[in-house]
Each structure stands twice: as C-alpha cells, then as structure tokens.
C-alpha cells in the first residue's frame, strides 16, 4: 500500500510526456524503429535556500557570498559545458560555491571527457555547494530539439533556457552565466540573463592573479606574436582511416628518447620504428596515439649517438618569440651507414596530455606575462604559459597544464595550475615525483574509511567455523627489515614416509575488501602500493596494511593457505587450498632468519623447518633454472635516513642471502599453482601474468657490448640466454657478469596481467621464470590483482561466492588494464625516489667512487656506479675520436669501451640552483686537461662550494654525529 500510494504521487507530479524515436542499426544488418518515453515533472527543486516553493534538496545558500564583485547583486553561477572542460583547474578553486551544474552540461562533460567528469563529479560530493539541476526533466526548462539544430548549439539553448528560468523563479538571488562563446552570450543577454565570460568574472575578484594564470589558454590570442616556424599540418582522422587500412600509415604509440629530445620512436608490429627532427616528430609528445608513415629507404635516419638533453638556448629562445629551429638545434645530416627504419608523424589519434611539473626559464625581459616552463621530465618540450606571478614562482616547483598545440608555435601552449613549493625542498621534491608519475596519494575518503572493519576487531566464531585451524602450526614470515604490511608466511613438518607438508600462507584482503564497495573502487583505481625511499603510499588504509591483515607475530589473523606434500627431492605430489586462521610464531627479517638456519645449537621446530625449507628451495630453483629461467640483475640500494632531518646519511648496498631465495621459491610455487587453478575453473575471466618474449633486436645492444669483451651471447631463447650468463659466471669475473645481467633486464618486455580469455594459450608463457603459466596470488595487500585472483580462487574452492563482474573478461582486462600502468608507475616513481635521495645525499659530499661504462655515445658516456646504483653522464670533451661500429671514445689517446671501469668523482652540480644535477667527472684513467685529482689528503678543490663540501667530508666520519638517530 505504502508503495503503491507512492508511485500515485510521482505520477501526479508527472505534467508531460514527449516521445522520441530513432533507428538502431541490429547486429544482423537491419534497422529497428526504438521509441523512448520522456517524462517531465513540475515538482523537480531548485536547491536554493532562497526559494520557500522548493523545499527538497536545498543546496544553494540563501544569500550567496559574492567572490566576485562583477554585479553588485548576490548571484548564484551558471557554467556551460566548454567553461568546465577548458577550466577545471579554476572551478576547483575553493572561491568557486553556490554553483548550478545542469543535467545538461553534466551528461556533456561525461561523454567528452571522463577525467574532468570525474573531477566535477569529485566536487559536487565534496559539500561545495555545487547543485545538479535536472533541467531535462524539468517541465519549464525542456525543450524539443529544433529540426537542423546542432547538438552543440541545442544544449546551448538548454543552458539559456535554465538560467532564464532561475532568474524568473528565484527573486531574491539571480543566476549568472559563464560562458566563453560570445554568441551564446549574446543570446542569454536577450533573455535578460547577466552572462561573462570566465576571464571578465574571474578579473573581478580580489587578488585574482593565481586564478587568472590558470584560465585555459587561447590560441587566438597569439595573432600579435611574430611567428616563424610551421609544423606539417596533421592530416584529418577521415584520411587517417583510409591511409591506415590501405596500409600507407601505420599505428603506434610514440615513445620519445632520454638521452635525446629531438628523437623517439614507435613500435609497429613489434617492429622498432625511428623518428628524428621536430618536423617529423610534428608535435606529438610521450605516449601520444600516433599515425606514422615510412619514409624511403634513402631518407632513413641514423639513430642519435650523442646525448642532448636539452635545447641550446638561443638569445631569441624568448616566450615572446618563435626562433628558428636551425639557430636552437642544428641538425647535422648523417651518412647512411647503420641507418634504421624510419617515419614521420602524419596525425595524432589521442593525446595523451597530463598536468606536467617543472619550473619557469629565467628570462631578461621584464614586465611580460608570457613565459617558458620547463618540464622535469626531459622527454617533455617546453611549454608556453600566461602568468602575472613570474617573480613569485621563479625558483618553485609548479604545475601546468597543456592547452593546445598549434602548427604556428614552437612550443605547446598551456596555462598555470599551482605552485608546489621551493625547488629543492624535499617534501617538494617527493610531491612532484608522485605527480609526475600518476601516483594517487590522497588521504582516504571518509567513503573509504566507513568500509573498515570496527576496532577492537577479532574472528568471530561463525567465521573460524568456516576455515582450517592452523593456530597449532608452527608458521613465520621473512621480510625485510622495518616491514609492517606482512602479507605472506610459511611452514614446514613432515608427515611421514619421507613427505612434507609446505604451506604458504596469504593474508585474506578479500574478507575485509568486499566486491562493489568504495574501499574496492579505490584499491582498484590505486592498483598497487608504491614504496619510496622514505614513504610508502598504501593501496589499502593502514588498518588493514599494517594491523588486521599484517601477519604479525602472536597475533591471530585470517589466511589463504596453499598446502603441498613434497618429497625431499621437492616433487610435489599434492596442493590443496584453504581459508584458514593462523597465529604466525615470529616475523623473522631475512638476516635473522639467516641466523637462525646457520646457528647449528638452534633446534626448535622453526629453526628445523626453516632448515628443509631452504633445502627444497634450492632444488625447487635448481630445477627452474635448468628449464631456462633468467637470473637477471638490478643495482638495489638501500638509505639510512637521520630521524632528525630525514636526510640521507649513507648508502647501502642490499645483500642478498638464501633466505631472499627461499621466500621467493615458495612464493613462485604459490603463484604457479594457483594459476594453474584459477585457469582450470575459469578459463575465460582468469587473472594472469605473462612476460612475453623481447624481439631479437631487443638484445643487439647487450650482443654488442659482450661481444667487445670477447663473449659470445645467444639470445634465441631464454635458455640460451641463461646458458650464456652461466658460461660468462665460469669466467670468474663478477662485475662483468652483473653488469651484463643488468644489461640484459633492459632488454626485457614488461610483464602484464592479462584476462585469460583475450589471449591464446600458447602466449600465457611467462619468459623470464621460464614457466608456461603464471600469476600473482602473494601481495593482496599491496597488489590488488592479487586481490582478484583470491576471489576467483574462492569460488573456485567454494568458499565464497561468485559475483558478475568477476565472471566478466571484459571487465577484468580492463582492471588488468589499468593495474599495467598503476605497477609500471610505481616502478618510475621508486627509481625517481632513489635518484632524488642519491642526489640529496651528494649534495654535502664529493666522492670518489668506481664507475661501469654502460653506453657510449658521442659526446659522452653512460656510467653505472654500483655502489649507489646511480646512472649519469660523465661528458667528454668535442676534440674525441669516436668508433660508432665498436662502439668507442678515444680521449686523447685513451681509449673507453662498454663496460670500462673508470675511477670517477660524483657531486652535485647547483650552478643551476633550480635544477641541480648529479655530475661525474673522470678521476682515473688520468687524462691530462680532463681528469680531476683524486680526493686524497694533499687535494683542495677551488670551487668555494666543493671546498665547503669536501673541508666537511673530512672533518666529519660517514657516521651520524653523536646523539642522532638513524631509522
């Protein structure tokens, strides 16, 4: 009754019905006549508090405050779909309240941009006073779409139509309208409705420059600027099509280069293609969808041998002016001998544009608003940007966002976001690393926070009633040192007849992160905990990282088992998986676990099982290393940070001990088994993890570099590979080993998680692990694909039940998707996080240290310092005979190759104290006019700073000073 009484009252509110009705192409080729029902509705609310005939859902104050003093009248403000997509940086700005968003402009910025929905969407939840008016199912704001009305210009109409309806129904507050298109101001203004433009209404507010600077630029404007440089036009996507099922142009993704802003390149068909010069590279940027055709075999380039990371400075490289791109970078043409496959970009499908950090260029003109900002990231152009604060944000760190790019500017045009702060500082410096490289670190909503389980939390009796009982089981977990989110045990004990029962267990995630909820969205969306220097940035809340699903020692905790019966040669005879409770007995770290199995007296069951564990872990990699797995190698350091200032204070190299490959073995049998599993129930919707096999040319530079040193590498197969690495370990020459090691992880493809059902079988395989299918099952706290593979895995067991999404292989790519990118960054952001501690730990040392050339290149050579696992450019002097077949330098009569160990001094250069970089110079060999003296007793540097730097090096130990802390 009570439902039925409601439906008569939304049905008396109901004043009109419109039909609409449209053809819809079927699957079978035939058209189909939809007709759809259109209610309007008198009762639909306002939001305002002003208003006494709209009493629900009142948002809006009853006497707005007036931030900008455009009319002297209160006002609420209207904004039409272009002002938001142009400017979401300005209407994020907490001045911004008592805002109307209609249906309209809502459903506009959904299907043009999902990011900046998202955004608006982020802004309207946040109690803003941002009010959503369903101006299309409102009886006095509806209108049909006129015949030969564009869609653009009937939301318009729309738009004017609300705002004509606010001011008439609302007496007390009137309705402005922002809107950037004069005609459509024009139109308001004839229906007695005050309508600006964004630039007019923000110029009226008080100490309005910061939102000024981030107003969206125009390309328009520019008309006064004396231009000289014109890109190629790109071709309209209509031809684009065309060119590319013909196959004249072909599809990529461009991948600009490190070492060389004038040169990237894009893969086609695994195939390597080059693009060298600004008009071939024809204005796309990193990760731009581009189309490329191939240039004649007598036009392709030689790929650049020599390092350029950044443009030289020309005296009319000014924001005002576009130099000649002759005059900033001349561009030498090179002989055909070695030349590659080349292109030319011909359009871009998608941009890929971002919020870029970096800082403004010093410039000599005074007054001006127009200024150059330089991206941090050097595969980046410079962008132009509009700003009144030059003086202000000269020496910080800021954001800036691209606007566009046309044919007649050197350079893209952008506006201003923020300021992050002091360049140098180093909350600064970490904050820009997360920017940059796409990291969500903001606190957890309170959404989020209203998932977690209430504390003081235990099991219940209903749940341990569903799970094994390993309480009584003598379980630890390995990990590193100062580890809190311990997310993966193990035990060991026989059971008889020569056989072992091996558990590994899992903390449960998936019993506390439930499908569909907000906590899910967000681990979804964070794909994975990123681990800097000194921060780690949680996939999950700490309640459940570090506490309810950490497997501390002594405490009780929910698990996801995987037992196996092992003989003692390591033969698996059988798995079983289970929910289970466990109560691990000790969080050892990898060194005190080392201890335990070396100390010979120590005979308790864990120190016994911990013992058989490590000798079937052995023969568990044995075996996996005889089917071909790679044993790659990458430089790992680990900081000692003062407690105090959190500097770094020394560098350490991390040591690797059995049970690093003890942990790993099982942790590998784990995620193999259940792969294995998950694929056997749900051959369509599994959640894996292949590594596909590097393209031969790949591994040109690695057979190169071996083959200097006399060795012979064979790359057809991964257990051709590894049986190289093991004749060149035979040599007995350990670092050559390591640094071919590290050459060859280089030459590696990502490894990607993937649903099953998009993938033939053939190519689950997993390269480096030598295994023919894989996944990851051991991290759900800090790896949400983990997550899923739990879920599918508890079906699979009938231990939970099922729920459509995660039957969906469409949905699950598309989480796989985006956990690729999530992981890929995260690797970006903790190897930024090391450089930027390494340099912060160099700038009060002067260091002589050994150094491994990697690349050699024309002007200078690529050299790993191990001891620090820091790569830099030691460049060399023009007057250089360099071998680009060999490849080699000769300085003065010296000769350098890959892999040469040279003595080098490492520093910090702040000469540029907005961007100071590490800097290597050549110690030994010495080479006269070159090579600096060595830092021993009897040497003094000249440099002020250096002499400052060096006079403390020697009066003060490696050691922290007495009193302080080290964490």
Same mark, same amino acid.
């Given at each position: 009754i009570l439902l039925l009484n409601r439906f008569q009252v939304l049905m008396t509110a109901i004043t009109d019905v419109r039909n609409h009705a449209f053809y819809k192409k079927s699957k079978s080729g035939t058209f189909v006549k939809v007709v759809r029902e259109h209610y309007l509705r008198d009762d639909i609310p306002c939001g305002s508090l002003a208003c006494d005939k709209c009493l629900s859902r009142q948002t809006l104050d009853a006497v707005p405050l007036r931030f900008s003093t455009i009319i002297d009248k209160p006002y609420y403000v209207m904004l039409d779909t272009n002002v938001i997509l142009a400017n979401i940086d300005v209407i994020e700005d907490a001045l911004f309240t008592n805002v109307i968003i209609l249906q309209t402009v809502l459903n506009e910025v959904r299907h043009r941009s999902i990011p900046i929905f998202k955004r608006l969407r982020d802004l309207i939840d946040q109690k803003r006073r941002f009010f959503v008016f369903v101006n299309e199912f409102c009886d006095k704001t509806y209108s049909d779409r006129v015949k030969g009305e564009t869609p653009n210009d009937y939301s318009d109409r729309l738009i004017r139509i609300s705002a004509e309806y606010y001011n008439n129904h609302l007496k007390k507050v009137h309705t402005i309208l922002l809107s950037d298109d004069v005609d459509n101001r024009k139109r308001a203004e004839s229906l007695g409705v005050k309508a600006f433009s964004l630039k007019d209404f923000v110029s009226h507010i008080e100490s309005n420059s910061e939102l000024l600077d981030k107003i969206s630029s125009n390309a328009s404007k520019r008309s006064n600027l004396r231009l000289k440089l014109t890109y190629p036009e790109h071709l309209p996507l209509s031809k684009l099509k065309i060119g590319l099922k013909t196959g004249k142009y072909m599809q990529g993704t461009y991948q600009a280069s490190r070492y060389n802003f004038l040169e990237g390149h894009v893969f086609v068909e695994d195939k390597q293609l080059y693009i060298q010069g600004r008009d071939s590279i024809n204005r796309a940027m990193q990760d731009d969808l581009v189309v490329v055709e191939m240039l004649p075999e007598d036009e392709w380039i030689v790929p650049a041998t020599e390092i350029k990371e950044d443009e030289t400075k020309d005296i009319d490289d000014t924001p005002q002016l576009d130099d000649d791109e002759e005059a900033a970078v001349p561009v030498k043409k090179k002989k055909k001998k070695n030349a590659a496959p080349s292109c030319k970009v011909v359009g871009i499908i998608k941009r890929n544009w971002r919020q870029y950090c970096g800082i403004l260029e010093k410039t000599t003109l005074k007054g001006g608003v127009n200024h150059l900002f330089k991206p941090a990231d050097s595969r980046f152009p410079k962008i132009r940007i509009e700003t009144r604060q030059y003086d202000v944000l000269l020496g910080c760190r800021i954001v800036v966002a691209i606007d566009s790019w046309p044919r007649d500017s050197k350079y893209p045009l952008g506006h201003y976001v923020r300021n992050l702060g002091k360049v140098g500082d180093k909350d600064t410096e970490n904050e820009v690393l997360l920017l940059e490289h796409d990291v969500p670190h903001q606190p957890f909503s309170d959404k989020v926070l209203a998932c977690l389980p209430k504390v003081p939390w235990s099991i219940s009796a209903e749940e341990r009633a569903k799970r094994l009982d390993l309480t009584d089981v003598d379980i630890c977990s390995i990990d590193p040192p100062g580890c809190t989110d311990i997310d993966d045990a193990l035990h060991c004990r026989e059971i008889g007849d020569g056989m072992y029962e091996v558990g590994v267990h899992i903390a449960d995630v998936s019993h506390f992160i439930r499908p569909n909820t907000a906590i899910d969205e967000e681990a979804a969306k964070r794909g994975t905990t990123v681990y800097l220097t000194d921060n780690r940035i949680d996939m999950v809340p700490a309640l459940l990282s570090s506490n309810l699903c950490s497997l501390r020692g002594g405490e009780e905790r929910l698990a996801f088992s995987v037992l196996w019966q092992i003989d003692s040669d390591?033969?698996?005879?059988?798995?079983?998986?289970?929910?289970?409770? %466990?109560?691990?007995?000790?969080?050892?770290?990898?060194?005190? *676990?080392?201890?335990? %199995?070396?100390?010979?007296s120590a005979q308790d069951n864990i120190a016994k099982s911990l013992r058989v564990l490590n000798g079937l872990a052995k023969k568990l990699k044995s075996r996996r290393l005889d089917q071909g797995a790679l044993l790659l190698a990458s430089p790992e350091i680990r900081f000692h940070i003062d407690s105090e200032t959190n500097?770094? %204070?020394?560098?350490?190299?991390?040591?690797?001990?059995?049970?690093?490959?003890?942990?790993?073995?099982?942790?590998?049998? *784990?995620?193999?088994?259940? *792969?294995?599993?998950?694929?056997?129930?749900?051959?369509?919707?599994?959640?894996?993890?292949?590594?596909?096999? #590097? #393209? #031969?040319?790949?591994?040109?530079?690695? %057979?190169? *570099?071996?083959?200097?040193?006399?060795?012979?590498?064979?790359?057809?197969?991964?257990?051709?590979?590894a049986e190289s690495f093991e004749g060149v370990a035979e040599l007995g020459n350990a670092k050559l080993d390591i640094l071919l090691r590290i050459l060859a992880t280089r030459c590696m493809m990502q490894a990607v998680y993937f649903a099953s059902g998009f993938i033939p079988e053939a190519d689950f395989v997993h390269y480096g692990l030598a295994t023919p299918i894989y996944t990851h099952f051991t991290s759900p706290i800090r790896r949400y694909a983990d997550i899923i593979v739990h879920r599918l895995l508890a079906v699979a067991i009938e231990a939970d039940s099922s729920y459509p999404a995660l039957l969906d292989p469409k949905h699950t790519q598309t989480l796989c998707n985006n956990i690729n990118f999530r992981h890929k960054m995260a690797q970006y952001a903790q190897r930024a996080s090391v450089h930027l501690h390494t340099e912060l730990y160099f700038r009060t040392r002067v260091e002589d240290c050994t150094g491994h050339v990697l690349y050699v290149r024309r002007n200078g050579l690529v050299l790993l310092i191990l001891k620090y696992g820091l790569e830099g450019i030691m460049y060399l002097p023009k007057d250089t005979d360099f071998d680009e077949d060999e490849p080699s330098q000769t300085v003065k009569g010296h000769k350098f190759t890959i892999f040469d160990e040279l003595t080098v001094q490492v520093s910090v250069d702040r000469t540029d104290e907005q961007h100071p970089k590490v800097q290597i110079h050549l110690v030994r060999p010495v080479i006269e006019g070159f090579s600096v003296p060595p830092l021993d007793a009897d040497y003094e540097p000249t440099h002020p700073e250096k002499k400052a730097v060096v006079k403390k090096r020697k009066s003060n130990s490696k050691s922290p000073a007495p009193g302080k802390k080290t964490k």
């Amino acid at each position: 009754i009570l439902l039925l009484n409601r439906f008569q009252v939304l049905m008396t509110a109901i004043t009109d019905v419109r039909n609409h009705a449209f053809y819809k192409k079927s699957k079978s080729g035939t058209f189909v006549k939809v007709v759809r029902e259109h209610y309007l509705r008198d009762d639909i609310p306002c939001g305002s508090l002003a208003c006494d005939k709209c009493l629900s859902r009142q948002t809006l104050d009853a006497v707005p405050l007036r931030f900008s003093t455009i009319i002297d009248k209160p006002y609420y403000v209207m904004l039409d779909t272009n002002v938001i997509l142009a400017n979401i940086d300005v209407i994020e700005d907490a001045l911004f309240t008592n805002v109307i968003i209609l249906q309209t402009v809502l459903n506009e910025v959904r299907h043009r941009s999902i990011p900046i929905f998202k955004r608006l969407r982020d802004l309207i939840d946040q109690k803003r006073r941002f009010f959503v008016f369903v101006n299309e199912f409102c009886d006095k704001t509806y209108s049909d779409r006129v015949k030969g009305e564009t869609p653009n210009d009937y939301s318009d109409r729309l738009i004017r139509i609300s705002a004509e309806y606010y001011n008439n129904h609302l007496k007390k507050v009137h309705t402005i309208l922002l809107s950037d298109d004069v005609d459509n101001r024009k139109r308001a203004e004839s229906l007695g409705v005050k309508a600006f433009s964004l630039k007019d209404f923000v110029s009226h507010i008080e100490s309005n420059s910061e939102l000024l600077d981030k107003i969206s630029s125009n390309a328009s404007k520019r008309s006064n600027l004396r231009l000289k440089l014109t890109y190629p036009e790109h071709l309209p996507l209509s031809k684009l099509k065309i060119g590319l099922k013909t196959g004249k142009y072909m599809q990529g993704t461009y991948q600009a280069s490190r070492y060389n802003f004038l040169e990237g390149h894009v893969f086609v068909e695994d195939k390597q293609l080059y693009i060298q010069g600004r008009d071939s590279i024809n204005r796309a940027m990193q990760d731009d969808l581009v189309v490329v055709e191939m240039l004649p075999e007598d036009e392709w380039i030689v790929p650049a041998t020599e390092i350029k990371e950044d443009e030289t400075k020309d005296i009319d490289d000014t924001p005002q002016l576009d130099d000649d791109e002759e005059a900033a970078v001349p561009v030498k043409k090179k002989k055909k001998k070695n030349a590659a496959p080349s292109c030319k970009v011909v359009g871009i499908i998608k941009r890929n544009w971002r919020q870029y950090c970096g800082i403004l260029e010093k410039t000599t003109l005074k007054g001006g608003v127009n200024h150059l900002f330089k991206p941090a990231d050097s595969r980046f152009p410079k962008i132009r940007i509009e700003t009144r604060q030059y003086d202000v944000l000269l020496g910080c760190r800021i954001v800036v966002a691209i606007d566009s790019w046309p044919r007649d500017s050197k350079y893209p045009l952008g506006h201003y976001v923020r300021n992050l702060g002091k360049v140098g500082d180093k909350d600064t410096e970490n904050e820009v690393l997360l920017l940059e490289h796409d990291v969500p670190h903001q606190p957890f909503s309170d959404k989020v926070l209203a998932c977690l389980p209430k504390v003081p939390w235990s099991i219940s009796a209903e749940e341990r009633a569903k799970r094994l009982d390993l309480t009584d089981v003598d379980i630890c977990s390995i990990d590193p040192p100062g580890c809190t989110d311990i997310d993966d045990a193990l035990h060991c004990r026989e059971i008889g007849d020569g056989m072992y029962e091996v558990g590994v267990h899992i903390a449960d995630v998936s019993h506390f992160i439930r499908p569909n909820t907000a906590i899910d969205e967000e681990a979804a969306k964070r794909g994975t905990t990123v681990y800097l220097t000194d921060n780690r940035i949680d996939m999950v809340p700490a309640l459940l990282s570090s506490n309810l699903c950490s497997l501390r020692g002594g405490e009780e905790r929910l698990a996801f088992s995987v037992l196996w019966q092992i003989d003692s040669d390591a033969n698996i005879k059988q798995t079983h998986f289970s929910k289970s409770v %466990i109560r691990s007995r000790r969080a050892f770290t990898y060194f005190e *676990a080392q201890l335990l %199995i070396d100390d010979s007296s120590a005979q308790d069951n864990i120190a016994k099982s911990l013992r058989v564990l490590n000798g079937l872990a052995k023969k568990l990699k044995s075996r996996r290393l005889d089917q071909g797995a790679l044993l790659l190698a990458s430089p790992e350091i680990r900081f000692h940070i003062d407690s105090e200032t959190n500097d770094p %204070i020394e560098v350490q190299t991390k040591e690797l001990m059995d049970t690093n490959s003890l942990v790993e073995e099982f942790m590998l049998l *784990a995620n193999i088994s259940t *792969a294995k599993k998950t694929y056997e129930h749900f051959s369509e919707c599994a959640c894996l993890r292949r590594h596909p096999a #590097p #393209p #031969p040319s790949n591994f040109e530079v690695l %057979i190169k *570099a071996a083959r200097s040193k006399g060795i012979e590498i064979d790359a057809t197969s991964a257990k051709k590979l590894a049986e190289s690495f093991e004749g060149v370990a035979e040599l007995g020459n350990a670092k050559l080993d390591i640094l071919l090691r590290i050459l060859a992880t280089r030459c590696m493809m990502q490894a990607v998680y993937f649903a099953s059902g998009f993938i033939p079988e053939a190519d689950f395989v997993h390269y480096g692990l030598a295994t023919p299918i894989y996944t990851h099952f051991t991290s759900p706290i800090r790896r949400y694909a983990d997550i899923i593979v739990h879920r599918l895995l508890a079906v699979a067991i009938e231990a939970d039940s099922s729920y459509p999404a995660l039957l969906d292989p469409k949905h699950t790519q598309t989480l796989c998707n985006n956990i690729n990118f999530r992981h890929k960054m995260a690797q970006y952001a903790q190897r930024a996080s090391v450089h930027l501690h390494t340099e912060l730990y160099f700038r009060t040392r002067v260091e002589d240290c050994t150094g491994h050339v990697l690349y050699v290149r024309r002007n200078g050579l690529v050299l790993l310092i191990l001891k620090y696992g820091l790569e830099g450019i030691m460049y060399l002097p023009k007057d250089t005979d360099f071998d680009e077949d060999e490849p080699s330098q000769t300085v003065k009569g010296h000769k350098f190759t890959i892999f040469d160990e040279l003595t080098v001094q490492v520093s910090v250069d702040r000469t540029d104290e907005q961007h100071p970089k590490v800097q290597i110079h050549l110690v030994r060999p010495v080479i006269e006019g070159f090579s600096v003296p060595p830092l021993d007793a009897d040497y003094e540097p000249t440099h002020p700073e250096k002499k400052a730097v060096v006079k403390k090096r020697k009066s003060n130990s490696k050691s922290p000073a007495p009193g302080k802390k080290t964490k």
